[in-house]
């Protein structure tokens, strides 16, 4: 399994900006896909945005045009950059790695977008 620790999260204003990183504890060359989930307060872990191994992302229709996803493997690190955030982005956001349909999660970081 891989450690994944993420940082980046705040309290920002509604349409700024934050990027997050997902920090692993070993390569992610190989790892299948590496993806972003958020849960917000009484609400179910939903999926944001993935990328494979190959560089193919993709993302949720809440946040398509808003959220990018990129990999560094060089750096052992995947990143959300989030703009024109919503009150409704506020949640917990969460790196997830699916290495060959093993998965490890971090503990997530809290995104609050509030005026």
């Known amino acids: 399994q891989v450690q994944l620790v993420e940082s980046g999260g705040g309290l920002v204003q509604p349409g700024g900006s934050l990027r997050l990183s997902c920090a692993a504890s070993?390569?992610?060359?190989?790892?299948?896909?590496m993806g972003w989930y958020r849960q917000a307060p009484g609400k179910e872990r939903e999926w944001v945005a993935s990328?494979?191994?190959?560089?193919?992302?993709n993302a949720a229709d809440s946040v398509k045009g808003r959220f990018t996803i990129s990999r560094d493997n060089a750096k052992n690190t995947v990143y959300l950059q989030m703009i024109s955030l919503k009150p409704e982005d506020t949640a917990v956001y969460y790196c997830?790695?699916?290495?060959?349909?093993?998965?490890?999660w971090g503990k997530g970081t809290l995104v609050t977008v509030s005026s």
């Open positions: 997830n790695a699916n290495d060959h349909g093993m998965f490890s």
């Open positions: 070993r390569s992610i060359f190989s790892i299948n896909v």
């Open positions: 990328i494979t191994n190959s560089g193919s992302t």
